[in-house]
C-alpha cells in the first residue's frame, strides 16, 4: 500500500509537512546517482521528515555493500556500518525523528543475515541516535538552544573510527568560499586548509580512536 504524504492539514499548516513519494525520491537522487551508490558518500538531509530520501539512499548504499561484500561478515558489517554512519538527517518534529530513526534501523536488521549480530545492531542504533536528531534546519539548533551538534566517523585504520563532533553551523559556514567575507563569529570556527585551499571547520570535540562496535563507549 502507498504510504500516505499528509498525516494531518495542521501539521501541514504549521511545519510544510507533506512527505514525498517514493517515484520523485528516486528521480531527484537519479540525479546524484553515483553519488547514491557509493558506499562512503555523506547526506545530509535538513527536514528530513521521516526519512523518505535517507532510507532511499541506504537502500541504494546496502545493495552495493551485499553486492561486493555479501559473503564476508566482517567485509559486510564493515561497509554497512559505514553506509548507515555517513547519512545524517535534522527534522523539527520528535516523533518524525524517532521514526526515522526505527525506519533505517529496522531496514539495516532486515537487510541480511549478518545484520543478526547483537554487537552490529546496538552500535548502529547508537550511530543513528546521533546522526538523526531532532532540531531546527534554519536556526542550526535544537528545541533547547543549544547547537545542532552532528558526528563525523572516519575509519582510519581496518575497523578503527576516529569520532569528531561538528556543529551544524559551523560546518556550513566552512562552505563558504576563500575570500568570501565571513563574520566574526565564522572566522573563529573555521580555519584555513592551505593544502585544499579552503576553510574548514573545527571540530568542537575529538574522540580516541575505537573500534565500530565500540563507539557506544564514548556516549
Ligand atoms: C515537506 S516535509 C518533507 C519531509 C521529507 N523530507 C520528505 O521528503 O518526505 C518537511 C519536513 O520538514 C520539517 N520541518 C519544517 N520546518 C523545519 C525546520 N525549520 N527545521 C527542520 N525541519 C523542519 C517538517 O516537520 C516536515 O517533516
Redesign the pocket.
Known amino acids: 500500500m502507498a504510504k500516505t504524504q499528509i498525516k494531518s492539514r495542521k501539521r501541514v499548516q504549521d ?6 513519494n517514493e517515484r520523485e ?1 528516486n528521480a531527484m537522487l537519479d540525479m546524484v546517482k553515483a553519488e547514491t551508490e557509493r558506499i562512503e558518500s555523506r547526506f545530509l ?5 521521516d526519512g ?2 535517507l532510507i532511499e539512499v541506504l537502500r541504494r548504499k546496502f545493495d552495493v555493500v551485499t553486492s561486493k561484500y555479501g559473503s564476508n561478515k566482517s567485509d559486510w558489517q564493515h561497509y554497512a556500518w559505514l553506509a548507515v554512519s555517513s547519512i545524517y538527517g ?4 520528535e516523533d ?1 525523528t524517532c521514526a526515522c530513526r526505527e525506519r533505517l534501523y529496522k531496514f539495516v536488521c532486515d537487510s541480511h543475515p549478518f545484520a543478526v549480530d547483537g554487537l552490529f545492531r546496538e552500535s548502529v542504533r547508537f550511530v543513528l541516535s546521533k546522526n538523526i536528531l531532532t ?4 536556526t542550526m539548533s535544537q528545541a533547547d538552544g543549544t547547537p545542532t551538534t552532528f558526528a563525523e566517523w572516519s575509519f582510519v585504520r581496518g575497523d578503527r573510527v576516529k569520532r569528531r563532533d561538528y556543529q551544524l553551523a559551523h560546518l556550513l559556514a566552512a562552505n563558504a568560499k576563500v575570500g568570501e567575507q565571513l563574520g566574526l563569529f565564522d572566522s573563529l570556527n573555521t580555519e584555513y586548509d592551505e593544502s585544499r585551499n579552503e576553510l574548514v571547520p573545527k571540530a568542537v570535540r575529538e574522540y580516541p580512536l575505537r573500534n565500530w562496535w565500540e563507539v557506544a563507549q564514548d556516549g
Open positions: 511545519h510544510g509537512e507533506v512527505f514525498t525520491v538531509e535538513p527536514a528530513c521528515g523518505n530520501f535534522v527534522e523539527l518534529l518524525n532540531g531546527d534546519a534554519l
